[in-house]
């Protein structure tokens, strides 16, 4: 009974390749993220979408696309992989985009680029 | 950006001793979050605050919505080897879709 589930959980590529991170959650939420976590542990939202609508699109390099089929998924592809996508992407999602709806995480993918 | 400011970075402390951490801000939130991450895991929600002067509890725990809206404290009571982590708070404005954290409080245990 995983709220939000996203995988894989640990993700090792190499440069230049093109790879993709799922995310679903069954908690009935409109609202859902992908927040990126740096090695100091500093997180950053990248983008949100709410009912499959995009919403947050903050400065990501455009190699990086979300993609919400649904309200229940968003996927993340990123093209061309560079050394500095390193990092743990967490997927969230809340029941709406508003103020007083707290964010609730799945347990990250940790991206390794060689 | 807008950035929060929390402190202390770290904490070492002894276990069954009390641990305050705070954060602060530029601007004035109208929510502000407490989550603690696990290592390879998820930030996880502890305590959720929505009125300026709110007191909330959550078993150990204690936040405090500051009164001028720019900051928010968390405190643990008689700290336990479980509580070891990262706490993150994060803040959002009315309006505002994105929510933003702090640079995290690591939190270790001596036993």
């Known amino acids: 009974d995983t709220a939000v589930s996203q995988t894989p959980k640990y993700l090792v590529t190499q440069m230049g390749n093109d790879k993709s991170i799922k995310c679903e959650q069954n908690l009935g939420h409109d609202t859902m993220y992908w927040y990126k976590q740096d090695s100091k542990k500093f997180l950053k939202i990248m983008f949100s979408y709410n009912n499959k609508e995009l919403i947050i699109n903050e400065t990501v390099p455009n190699r990086f696309s979300p993609k919400s089929p649904d309200k229940a998924h968003l996927n993340l592809h990123i093209n061309s992989l560079e050394l500095g996508d390193s990092a743990v992407y967490f997927c969230a999602s809340s029941q709406t985009g508003d103020f007083n709806s707290p964010l609730h995480f799945g347990n990250g993918t940790r991206l390794t680029v060689t | 950006g807008q950035q929060l400011n929390q402190s202390p970075q770290s904490m070492f402390i002894q276990e069954g001793e009390d641990v305050s951490m705070n954060c602060t801000s530029s601007?004035?939130?109208?929510?502000w979050l407490w989550y603690k991450q696990d290592p390879g895991e998820g930030p996880v929600l502890l305590i959720a605050?929505?009125?300026?002067?709110e007191l909330t509890s959550n078993g150990r725990l204690t936040a405090q919505f500051g009164i001028t809206r720019k900051d928010s404290f968390l405190n643990i009571s008689a700290s336990i080897p479980s509580d070891v982590g990262i706490y993150f708070c994060?803040?959002?404005?009315?309006?505002?879709?994105?929510?933003?954290f702090g640079q995290g409080t690591r939190l270790t245990i001596n036993p």
């Open positions: 601007s004035i939130f109208n929510t």
């Open positions: 605050l929505y009125k300026a002067g």
């Open positions: 994060a803040g959002r404005r009315r309006g505002a879709q994105k929510l933003v």
